[in-house]
């Protein structure tokens, strides 16, 4: 796929320019990595393509280091890790919290660091639902709503904000302890 490859090499040259990665980056599926719900359709075969940028943005960040994390408030959680596998990187994720919950990822989360022992201010968070968004960021959690999906923009975009909440985190710091 010469055009996942095209974007793969613009995302690790987006991710390359910033000094401070989050130690985890999480994704929400449907409207974010594939423009559809999921459980909508059956196992087997992706009723459409995912989105253009997706793939390509969860392998590079995985090439630079980056952990990567599932949290989607889906009632098919098999019908969602297949799709993941048809796409070739359910295997990036080290965490995967897929199940169908009425709050806003706030037991996604408690799942996800439990799994993985990372800090929620350690992380970055890709939605389409502002709800998500907005209750991730009262945990911690370095949020950005897509609308179309994940792209490159939003990657650059989420990464700008978690490297200034780090070096904004970091001058307070200094100033109370210099």
Not at 77 to 89: F, N, Q, R, T, V
Not at 129 to 154: C, F, P, Q, W
Request: aromatic letters at 10%; hydrophobic letters at 40%; charged letters at 20%.
């Amino acid at each position: 796929m010469e055009g996942e490859e095209k974007v793969r090499a613009e995302a690790t040259e987006v991710i390359s320019l910033f000094p401070v990665l989050p130690r985890l980056v999480v994704f929400d599926l449907d409207y974010t990595i594939w423009p559809y719900d999921c459980d909508h359709y059956s196992k087997g075969q992706l009723p459409y393509p995912p989105y253009p940028h997706a793939t390509g943005i969860t392998q590079a960040l995985k090439d630079k280091g980056v952990d990567l994390a599932v949290a989607s408030r889906s009632p098919t959680p098999d019908i969602a890790k297949s799709y993941l596998e048809i796409m070739g990187i359910q295997s990036l994720f080290i965490a995967q919290e897929i199940f169908l919950s009425w709050s806003p990822k706030t037991e996604h989360f408690k799942g996800i660091q439990r799994t993985t022992g990372i800090a929620f201010n350690e992380m970055l968070f890709f939605d389409d639902d502002y709800r998500n968004i907005h209750t991730a960021k009262k945990m911690g959690v370095t949020s950005v709503l897509v609308k179309d999906g994940v792209t490159l923009e939003k990657l650059r975009l989420g990464l700008s904000i978690y490297a200034n909440k780090f070096a904004s985190s970091n001058r307070n710091q200094a100033q109370q302890h210099g």
